[in-house]
C-alpha cells in the first residue's frame, strides 16, 4: 500500500495502547468514513478523516487512500467503491465482503469487521425461531383485539435443527441454541470436518438427506455461486410440512419465487431477516404471505454492535497509518 505515516499511536477513547507519538514524515493518510462519530475519533495526527457515505452522499467520493463503508443499500451503488482515485484500502464494516470484490480495482487491500457482528446476527436469529415458533406475531394480534386465547405452539426443545453454516456467526448461533435443547442440531458447510469443540460438520452436498425429519432450517451461509439459490423448489418440497425456514445469511441464498407458493398454502413457515430482491419492494407478495416473520435486514444493528464495529474500524485505519498488519485481512 506504499509507505504510510510513521508514528506511533496514542490513546484513541481508550482503545489504543501506545503513549508517544513520532514526528510525521509522510502525507496525511485520508480516509472516508460514513459516520461523525468515526470522523471525531480519527482526528489524529496523520490522518486525514472525510465524511462521505456511500449511500447518502450525492457526490462520488473525493480522492482516498482508505474507504471505511457499510455495505450499501441499493445494489446499483457498489461501483461508487471502483471510482475512488487512488484508493488503496477498503474496510468494510460487516462480516460480508461478497458484494465489493467485482468494484475493488487491483491493488487495493479489503479488511472486514470480523468478531464485531457475530453474536448480534446470531441473537437476532434465535428471536426470529423462537418468535415464530411461540406465533408471537399471532399472539400480538390477539393482544391488540384483547383477545384472551390461550395457543398452542411449538419450540426448540424437542426439535431436530439443520444449521448451514459453520462460521462465526454459525458457530455463534449453534452456541445459542443448545441450551434450548433441541432433539438434534447438525451443522452443515462447504467443507465437510469436525469442529474443535469435537462435533460434526457435514458437507452441504449431505443436506438433502436431513431435509425430511427437520423441523427447524437455519440458512447463516454467504453469498456465492455455490449458495445462490441452495434454498429452490427442490429443496423446500423435501422439507417437512409446518417447517420452519430461517434465514439470517443473504437473501440470494433463497429462491423467493419457489418459497411464496410453499408459505401461501401454509405448508411452511420462515422468518427471514434478508431478502430476495432487498430492500424488499412494498408491493412484493412476501410482505403478505402468511406465516412469515420479515425483519429488515437488521440482525447486526444493535448498540453494541456499532460501539465493537467502530472501535475495530479506529483502529485498523491507525494501524494503516503506522504501516502496521491489519486483522481481518480478506485481501492483502
Not at 144 to 150: D, H, I, K, S, V
Not at 252 to 262: G, M, N, S
Request: charged share 20%; glycine share 6%; proline share 7%.
Amino acid at each position: 500500500m506504499g509507505q504510510s505515516p510513521d508514528f506511533s499511536s496514542l490513546p484513541v477513547n481508550g482503545h489504543n495502547s501506545h503513549s508517544t507519538r513520532k514526528d510525521i514524515r509522510f502525507m496525511a493518510l485520508r480516509v472516508l468514513l460514513p459516520w461523525q462519530d468515526l470522523v471525531d475519533q480519527l482526528q489524529l495526527p496523520g490522518i486525514e478523516p472525510i465524511l462521505w457515505h456511500i449511500d447518502n452522499d450525492t457526490q462520488d467520493a473525493p480522492d482516498a487512500d482508505v474507504l471505511v463503508t457499510e455495505r450499501p443499500s441499493n445494489p446499483q451503488l457498489r461501483s461508487r467503491v471502483s471510482r475512488i482515485k487512488g484508493l488503496k484500502h477498503v474496510h468494510l464494516l460487516s462480516i460480508g465482503y461478497e458484494w465489493v470484490l467485482e468494484h475493488l480495482p487491483e491493488q487495493v487491500s479489503l479488511t472486514n469487521s470480523k468478531g464485531a457482528v457475530e453474536d448480534a446476527t446470531a441473537e437476532h436469529c434465535l428471536a426470529l425461531v423462537l418468535a415464530s415458533l411461540r406465533q408471537l406475531p399471532q399472539v400480538g394480534r390477539q393482544q391488540r383485539e384483547r383477545q384472551w386465547t390461550r395457543t398452542w405452539t411449538s419450540s426448540l426443545h424437542g426439535s431436530k435443527v439443520l444449521l448451514l453454516g459453520a462460521g462465526g456467526v454459525g458457530s455463534e448461533i449453534r452456541s445459542r441454541l443448545l441450551p434450548f435443547k433441541p432433539a438434534e442440531l447438525s451443522s452443515f458447510a462447504r467443507t465437510e470436518r469436525v469442529h474443535e469443540q469435537g462435533y460434526p460438520i457435514y458437507s452441504l452436498e449431505r443436506l438433502r438427506a436431513f431435509l425430511p425429519t427437520a423441523d427447524v432450517v437455519i440458512v447463516a451461509l454467504p453469498h456465492t455461486r455455490e449458495t445462490e439459490q441452495l434454498i429452490d423448489a427442490e429443496f423446500l418440497s423435501a422439507m417437512k410440512d409446518g417447517a420452519l425456514l430461517v434465514n439470517v445469511g443473504r437473501g440470494p441464498i433463497v429462491d423467493t419465487e419457489a418459497l411464496l407458493p410453499e408459505l401461501q398454502s401454509g405448508r411452511l413457515h420462515a422468518a427471514l431477516d434478508v431478502t430476495d430482491p432487498e430492500p424488499l419492494p412494498a408491493d412484493h407478495a412476501l410482505w403478505s404471505a402468511p406465516n412469515c416473520i420479515i425483519t429488515p435486514h437488521m440482525a447486526g444493528d444493535t448498540g453494541q454492535f456499532i460501539s465493537l464495529v467502530s472501535e475495530l474500524a479506529v483502529n485498523q485505519v491507525i494501524a494503516l497509518a503506522h504501516g502496521e498488519e491489519l486483522d481481518n485481512q480478506i485481501i492483502n
